[in-house]
């Protein structure tokens, strides 16, 4: 039995008293991304942030911290989200007070968007106990282990990213 009381994992039957299996190790991946997706549900830094507002102001704060602007159709790609939905987004998060919008240094018709001053203290602050438990984790792990978890991770990585979307069937 899994750890959330499920005998059997999406598609991949668990079988108890046996050995792990490769199945075992999707269904605690799969595990895992619900929990993770419910933590950032809870950990969010405002009520009216979303999950894509924190990976956008994430994505906004890692570049900041690197010297890079980024345009909004670069945060639209990374995010995976319609230039409309971008713009929804952005409005949301400057009105927020978590981002600005500034000229970009080179190209006057474009802008750049930035964290607020404090946007990067308040997520750290939200995320800070999630993080420490998470890095607790790790470094409980063997030089071994960990060198076959960032094995594994690389490949699910690889996997995932391969995966070409098939068209519907019916449409054209």
């Known amino acids: 039995m899994t750890p959330h ?4 994992g999406y598609s991949y039957p ?23 997706t419910a933590m950032r549900r809870r950990t969010r ?13 994430r994505y906004l704060i890692d570049a900041e911290a690197a010297g890079v602007g980024v345009r909004p ?10 230039s409309a939905s971008m713009t929804t987004l952005v409005d949301r998060l400057v009105a927020s007070g978590h981002v600005t919008r500034e000229r970009h240094p ?16 308040e ?3 939200n995320l800070n106990q999630m993080h420490k438990r998470m890095l607790e984790a790790a470094e409980s792990l063997s ?10 991770l690389m490949r ?5 990213d391969a995966v070409n979307m098939a068209p519907h069937i019916g449409s054209r």
Do not use: Y
């Open 143 to 152: 030089p071994e282990e960990i060198k076959a978890v960032m094995h594994f």
């Open 156 to 160: 699910m990585r690889e996997a995932v």
């Open 73 to 82: 159709t670069e945060l639209a790609g990374r995010l995976g989200i319609t």
């Open 14 to 36: 668990t079988l108890e008293d046996t050995e792990p299996r490769a199945v075992d190790v999707i269904n605690a991946l799969r595990e895992f991304r619900t929990s993770e």
């Open 106 to 121: 080179s190209d006057r018709r474009a802008i750049i968007l930035r964290p607020a001053p404090g946007a990067d203290e």
């Open 5 to 8: 009381g499920a005998s059997e």
């Open 45 to 57: 830094s405002s009520p009216a942030m979303g999950e894509t507002d924190l990976l956008a102001l």
């Open 123 to 125: 997520v750290r602050h």
